[in-house]
C-alpha cells in the first residue's frame, strides 16, 4: 500500500470508528484508565491493518516503511485518541526487541505488544544512576539455567501495569561500566519483583520503583549478548528520539493550535507566538528528516540528541505560553479541560528530563557527533 493510500484508509477508519476510538482519559486520574483505553485502540487498528503496517512480518507486521507507524501515531496522538507517553512504548521498547532478542522470542511477544494485549515497561534509570547510565548496579549473577536478578530501578513508568520489563542489570565489575551490562527480557509477575508506584506534580501514577529480590530470569530471556548491554542500550535510546518524538510533537502542535483557538488574542504576546511557532517548525523538520532516515534503513545514533532538545524546548515553550494566555484555566480551572491544560503544562516540564536530560544530550553532541573529547 502506498502512503497516500493508507494515508486515505486511515482517515476513513477513523471515521468510521468514532465510538470507540474516543478522547483518551487525560488531567489528573488514573494511568489504568489511559493504558485500558490504549489496549482497545491498538487492537482496533492491529487488527484492521493499521497497526500491522511498518513492522517487520516475523513479528506480526505487514512490512513497509516505518513511515507508516510515524502516520498512524501522528493521527491518533495528534486527535488526542492515544496519550503520546502510552502510545510511544511500543516504538521505543519494540524496534530493540526485533534487534536483540532471540527471534522466537520477539516472534512470540511483539505482536502482544503491537496489539494491546501487554504493556511494557524500560528498566534502565536506578537511585544513583540517571544520567550516568553505565554505572547502574542493579546485579545479575549466572545460575545453572539463567540469571539471579537482585537491586533496584527508580522512574520505570508504567511498571505497576506493565507484563514486561527490558531491564538493564550489572553482570561485570561497576568500574567495568559500559562493558559490564547485560540486557534481560523480565516477566514482571516473576516472584521476587516488588513494584511502588510514584505519583508525579500532575497527579498521575506515572512511574515507579520496582524491587528486585532473587528474581529468576530464564537464559533465553537474554537481549545480545552477556556483557553487551550497552549495545542494546545505545540502540533503544535513538528510537526513543525518533518516531516516538513525531507523535508527542504532534500532540504538543495540537494543543498550540487549541491554545491560539481558545486564548484571548490579547492575552498573547505576537512575537511569543511567532517564537514558539518557529521552534515547533524546527522540530517538526528535524523529526521529519529522522523518520525518512529510519525509512531509508539508516542507523540512528547520538544525531538524534538534537531533536530529543528540540522536543523538550518547544514543548515547554508552548506550555508556558499557555500558561500565560489561559492562566485561569491553568491555576484554577475545576473543570476536565482546565485539568487537561494543567496536566500537560506539568508534564511539559519533564520533557527536558525523560530519555535523557538535555544537558546530557548536549553532551552527546559535544562529544560523539562533534568529537569534543571522551567522557571524564
Ligand atoms: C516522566 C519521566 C519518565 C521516565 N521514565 C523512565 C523509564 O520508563 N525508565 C527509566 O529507566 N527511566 C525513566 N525516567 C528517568 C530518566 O531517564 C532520568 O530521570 C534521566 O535520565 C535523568 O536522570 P536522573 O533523574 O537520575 O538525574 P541526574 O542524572 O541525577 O541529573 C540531575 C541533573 O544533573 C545534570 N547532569 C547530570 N550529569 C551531568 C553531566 N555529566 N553534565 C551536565 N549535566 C549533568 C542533569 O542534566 C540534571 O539536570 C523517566 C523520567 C521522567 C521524568
Redo the contacts with the bound molecule.
Keep these: 500500500m502506498d502512503l497516500q493510500t493508507f494515508r486515505t484508509d486511515l482517515d476513513a477508519w477513523v471515521e468510521e470508528h468514532r465510538a470507540q476510538l474516543t478522547p483518551a482519559p487525560g488531567g489528573e486520574g488514573s494511568l489504568a484508565d489511559q493504558l485500558a483505553h490504549l489496549s482497545v485502540v491498538k487492537r482496533l487498528a492491529y487488527d484492521a491493518g493499521f497497526g500491522r503496517w511498518g513492522w517487520p512480518e516475523r513479528v506480526g507486521g505487514l512490512g513497509g516503511s516505518p513511515l507508516y507507524r510515524a502516520l498512524l501515531g501522528e493521527r491518533l496522538t495528534a486527535e488526542g485518541i492515544v496519550q503520546p ?1 502510552g502510545w510511544s512504548m511500543t516504538e521505543v521498547l519494540a524496534p530493540t526487541m526485533i534487534d536483540f532478542a532471540p527471534p522466537e522470542l520477539a516472534a512470540a511477544v511483539v505482536p502482544l505488544l503491537l496489539r494491546g494485549e501487554e504493556h511494557w ?5 536506578e537511585p ?6 553505565a554505572e547502574l548496579s542493579c546485579r545479575a549473577v549466572r545460575t545453572d539455567d539463567g540469571w539471579r536478578v537482585n537491586g533496584q ?7 505497576h501495569l506493565s507484563d514486561r520489563c527490558v531491564l538493564l542489570t550489572r553482570t561485570g565489575t561497576r568500574e567495568s561500566r559500559h562493558r559490564g551490562i547485560t540486557a534481560l527480557f523480565v516477566d514482571m509477575d516473576t516472584p521476587g519483583i516488588t513494584v511502588r508506584p510514584l505519583e ?1 506534580m500532575h497527579g498521575v501514577d ?2 515507579c520503583e520496582v524491587f528486585f529480590d532473587d528474581v529468576l530470569v530464564p537464559a533465553d530471556r537474554l537481549l545480545g549478548d552477556v556483557d553487551g548491554g550497552w549495545a542494546v542500550a545505545m540502540d533503544l535510546l535513538p528510537y526513543e528520539r525518533s518516531t516516538a518524538l513525531w507523535h508527542r510533537g504532534a500532540y504538543v502542535r495540537r494543543r498550540f493550535e487549541e491554545l491560539l483557538d481558545t486564548a484571548d488574542p490579547g492575552a498573547l504576546d505576537p512575537a511569543d507566538v511567532g517564537n514558539v511557532a518557529l521552534q515547533l517548525f524546527a522540530l517538526r523538520a528535524v523529526s521529519r528528516r529522522t523518520q525518512h532516515r529510519l525509512a531509508d534503513g539508516d542507523r540512528l545514533g547520538p544525531e538524534t540528541s538534537v531533536d530529543k532538545i528540540l522536543l523538550g524546548t518547544a514543548e515547554q515553550a508552548v506550555f508556558d505560553l499557555v500558561a500565560t494566555g489561559l492562566s485561569d484555566e491553568v491555576v484554577a480551572g475545576t473543570d476536565s479541560t482546565s485539568a487537561r491544560w494543567r496536566s500537560d503544562f506539568l ?1 511539559s516540564r ?1 520533557a527536558t ?8 544530550q ?2 552527546v553532541l559535544a562529544r560523539r557527533v562533534l568529537g569534543l573529547g571522551e ?1 571524564p
Design positions: 507517553g515497561c524500560q528498566g534502565f534509570s544513583g544512576t540517571g544520567s550516568n547510565l530501578k527508580v522512574w520505570t513508568s508504567h511498571a508525579t506515572e512511574f508534564y519533564a528530563i525523560y530519555g535523557g536530560t538535555s544537558e546530557i548536549r553532551n567522557e
